[in-house]
């Protein structure tokens, strides 16, 4: 069993920056991949970032590439998402979840078997 709590969300202005944090129970925490996703109202979840088990592994989509950066500290049993060059078009509930497979990192949401509650990002323009 995995819970995972996520943080650091708020209301920020375009291009500005914000470090989400994802907090983790459970010792199957340090083998699971990690992603991160965002709903904005009104459309699909989508994979934003992950990370394998190891931190050896990361991958974005297409849209935050050079912005966004997802790392590890399994000792802390923490995942971050550092945000930077926010853009109005980033605002959503982003959520975090682990995936026990975790060698590889998913992209879809049914690939994943715990999920937080999410955090609401909100960049103003």
């Known amino acids: 069993q995995v819970e995972l709590v996520e943080s650091g969300g708020g209301l920020v202005q375009a291009g500005g920056s914000l470090r989400l944090s994802c907090a983790a129970s459970g010792r199957m925490f340090s083998r699971c991949a990690v992603g991160w996703f965002r709903q904005a109202p009104g459309k699909d979840r989508e994979f934003v970032a992950g990370?394998?088990?190891?931190?050896?592994?990361?991958e974005y989509t297409d849209s935050v590439k050079g912005r966004f950066t997802i790392s590890r500290d399994n000792a802390k049993s923490t995942v971050y998402l550092q945000m930077n060059s926010l853009k109005p078009e980033d605002t959503a509930v982003y959520y975090c979840a682990a995936d026990t497979a975790g060698y590889h990192v998913a992209h879809l949401d049914d690939d994943y078997d715990y999920w937080g509650r999410g955090t609401q990002v909100t960049v103003s323009s």
């Open positions: 990370i394998s088990w190891s931190g050896g592994t990361t």
